[in-house]
């Protein structure tokens, strides 16, 4: 793991966006899959991503863009639906195109339909060669995606229910907390984990918990995100009050130094 700690949100946000442009340069030509996070988190990111393409050095035109998660049971474009958002936060924003935007399916209502829609978006990921980079914010409970706490560290995309911290932290999306889904369909830890670079963003002392506890506490499935610990090429960008519970900071700083001369 690398974990890049930066003063405040904003340096964060360029750091990050550095770190997915190295992380999407795939040899080839072949198109690079962007994985996408929604919230709060990673939208200074993507602010930087489109700053990027304004000054030349990134163009997104021909990258799919593949969701971590959608709501189960909104109706076909509901603006909190995370179709819309990702439409408007995302390919509005850094020029991903629609129709190359990949979101689970989450319009069914019965178990079987929704089990159907899991699968085909596994395939879908499949078909595109896998995900490159994966963006990723964590819960204050510790989750990745809609991977609450208890959630298979192998799991694939499946539907999940919310917890009740979820769903009253996302209730600022909605009129209220009654009309905040009770469900999701969520890519595992497992298909996180099968992208080839995982970015985390955590910005902000309200995820300074969960951050110690996914980055030096054990891996479990009663904190999620500590899975990230596992992967090859996992790189975490903190600002200073999201890092402030962290342990071995002097250590973290010394290696994002580099060698000595370089
Ligand atoms: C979003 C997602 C969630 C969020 C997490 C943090 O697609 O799957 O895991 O990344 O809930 O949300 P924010 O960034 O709004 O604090």
Redesign the pocket.
């Known amino acids: 793991m690398e974990i890049l700690v930066s003063p405040g949100p904003d340096d964060t946000a360029s750091r990050a966006a550095e770190v997915v442009l190295a992380g999407l340069r795939r040899p080839g030509g072949h198109a690079s899959v962007l994985g996408l996070?929604?919230?709060?988190?990673p939208l200074g990111l993507y602010r930087e991503l489109g700053r990027a393409v304004a000054e030349g050095r990134a163009d997104f035109s021909t990258t799919y863009g593949v969701a971590?998660?959608e709501y189960v049971g909104l109706p076909p474009g509901h603006p909190e639906g995370?179709r819309q958002v990702l439409l408007r936060e995302v390919c509005g924003v850094i020029g991903l195109a629609p129709e190359r935007l990949e979101v689970p399916d989450g319009s069914a209502t019965d178990a079987d339909a929704l089990e159907a829609a899991a699968a085909a978006y596994e395939a879908r990921i499949a078909e595109l060669g896998g995900v490159d980079v994966q963006v990723?914010?964590?819960?204050a409970n510790g989750?990745?995606?809609?991977n609450e706490p208890g959630s298979a560290l192998a799991s694939r995309t499946r539907v999940k229910r919310l917890s009740a911290r979820?769903r009253r932290?996302n209730a600022r999306f909605f009129t209220g907390l009654d009309d905040v889904p009770t469900h999701c369909l969520t890519q595992g830890l497992g298909t996180i984990l099968a992208a080839r670079r995982l970015v985390l963003v955590a910005t902000g002392d309200a995820k300074a918990e969960a951050v110690a506890a996914a980055l030096e506490g054990p891996l479990t499935a009663s904190v999620p995100a500590s899975v990230l610990q596992w992967h090859p090429d996992t790189v975490v960008c903190l600002d200073e009050a999201a890092a402030a519970g962290l342990r071995n900071r002097q250590y973290y700083d010394d290696s994002a130094a580099g060698l000595p001369g370089t």
């Open positions: 996070a929604t919230g709060s988190s971590l998660d995370y990723l914010g964590i819960g989750h990745l995606g809609f979820t932290d």
